[in-house]
């Protein structure tokens, strides 16, 4: 029974890890800022159509439907655009995914080590471990999730099984 278990995040492993950490939220700065350049944006690009159309000798009301549909769609392209800015990259939470990943339950804290990079958990700042198919996460208090693959454990159901519950016994959750 081994309280370490280390391995390589493949890119499905990254891409699970990735979903993990954005949680759907993107802070209030973005939002602020893609909520108030995205009108500006807007304006912009109604005034500019509207003034090329009217050169062009169009009616009053193709002036304003025309422009009206670009800013509109200028308008949310640049909020889409981005909100997407906003999401990390997936080197911002995963890091090199060629480094060797070592998670070890010691007495006092959980420690993972990934390439030159090391971090130590207290088991309070343990929030919840979940096991799911093909992985269980480790939700952290004050830091990104932690993803364990059970590729791991070479296929042993037991190793896996035994290492979730020390887990989740030292943790108390």
């Given amino acids: 029974m081994s309280d370490k278990i280390s391995g390589f995040l493949d890119e499905k492993d990254q891409k699970r890890l990735i979903r993990l950490s954005r949680r759907g939220t993107v802070g209030p700065t973005a939002i602020y800022y ?101 992985y269980t996460t480790v939700e952290v208090q004050g830091a990104e999730p932690l993803l364990i693959p059970d590729a791991w454990f070479d296929k042993d159901r037991v190793a896996r099984k035994q290492f979730v519950e020390r887990l989740k016994q030292k943790a108390g959750v």
Avoid: H
């Fill in 34 to 134: 893609a909520g108030v350049t995205a009108p500006i944006i807007s304006a912009s690009m109604s005034l500019m159509v509207r003034n090329a159309i009217e050169m062009v000798g169009l009616s009053a009301y193709w002036q304003w439907f025309l422009s009206a549909l670009v800013a509109a769609l200028a308008g949310i392209s640049w909020y889409l655009i981005f909100i997407r800015w906003s999401y990390r990259s997936p080197r911002d939470v995963v890091g090199d995914g060629r480094a060797e990943m070592d998670v070890q339950l010691l007495e006092e804290r959980m420690q993972v080590r990934r390439g030159g990079v090391e971090i130590r958990i207290d088991w309070a700042n343990v929030v919840s471990v979940k096991t799911r198919r093909g």
